[in-house]
């Protein structure tokens, strides 16, 4: 055998151990990308859920919102004279 044909085998050789690592790798990608695109889908349908779970709430809020609404004045006018009871004790103590 001559050189010449000794390097084209080489080169051949050398060119299939690339090709056969570039599909090796391309289709660990491809598993890869499958793994995500069903985790996507496993994500969107699980939003889907809560959307649709939580749309109850919707009417809901504006109640509950007005009821702490009045909560919180009450609790302001309470946290207005237990202020003036302590004051008041204050001085009494004094």
């Given at each position: 055998?001559?050189?010449?044909?000794?390097?084209?085998?080489?080169?051949?050789?050398?060119?299939?151990?690339?090709?056969?690592?570039?599909?090796?790798?391309?289709?660990?990608?491809?598993?890869?990308?499958?793994?995500?695109?069903?985790?996507?889908?496993?994500?969107?349908?699980?939003?889907?859920?809560?959307e649709q779970?939580?749309?109850?709430?919707?009417?809901?809020?504006?109640t509950i919102?007005?009821?702490?609404?009045?909560?919180?004045?009450?609790?302001?006018?309470?946290?207005?004279?237990?202020?003036?009871?302590?004051?008041?004790?204050?001085?009494?103590?004094q």
């Amino acid at each position: 055998m001559n050189v010449g044909v000794i390097l084209s085998i080489l080169t051949l050789l050398a060119a299939l151990i690339v090709v056969l690592a570039l599909v090796y790798f391309l289709a660990r990608i491809i598993l890869a990308l499958r793994g995500a695109n069903r985790n996507l889908y496993q994500l969107a349908d699980g939003l889907v859920k809560i959307e649709q779970d939580t749309q109850p709430l919707e009417g809901k809020l504006g109640t509950i919102n007005g009821a702490l609404g009045q909560l919180l004045t009450g609790l302001l006018s309470v946290n207005a004279h237990l202020a003036s009871v302590v004051k008041m004790l204050k001085l009494e103590n004094q």
